[in-house]
């Protein structure tokens, strides 16, 4: 039987963990040490300031499924008044597990608890398997988006 529960601090090592692996599946690279200590401090601070949530699936004792989700502040817009956004990444189900409603599950887990916040602006980080969950939520596509890295 499938659990599912939100993860709390006693879960920080978890949650490190499971970042890294999902890191891991989907770049195919394996050395992520030099990101290790930056993401257990967004951890950190984000799970002691309220800023972050995840909901965990379980089955039997061993995490078969992921969804997190981050609070930041901007500066308000016409199309976001407060400029609270939330930002939803890290959504994974184990490959054995999926086509169950497993992930639409979590992501709505944590759609409801943003409305509960009245956050209004949502944004997603997509792989090419989720694509499709997140357009059944009602996520569009924006094409005025521009990334730089140097």
Do not use: W
């Not at 308000?76 to 939330?86: C, E």
């Not at 054995?96 to 409603?101: A, L, S």
């Amino acid at each position: 039987m499938i659990r599912y529960r939100f993860a709390t601090q006693e879960d920080l090592n978890l949650l490190v963990e499971l970042r890294l692996q999902f890191l891991e599946a989907k770049t195919n690279q394996r050395n992520f040490m030099d990101i290790f200590l930056n993401t257990r401090q967004f951890f950190e601070q984000k799970l002691a300031d309220g800023n972050f949530q995840c909901i965990l699936a379980y089955d039997d004792n061993k995490v078969i499924g992921e969804a997190f989700v981050y609070y930041e502040s901007g500066i308000p817009t016409l199309f976001n008044l407060t400029g609270v956004s939330a930002y939803i990444t890290n959504l994974y189900v184990n490959i054995k597990y999926r086509r169950n409603g497993i992930g639409a599950f979590l992501l709505q887990s944590l759609m409801q608890s943003i409305k509960e916040k009245q956050i209004h602006t949502v944004c997603a980080n997509l792989t090419d398997q989720s694509e499709k969950l997140f357009e059944k939520f009602c996520f569009t596509k924006m094409d005025h988006m521009m990334l730089y890295q140097d």
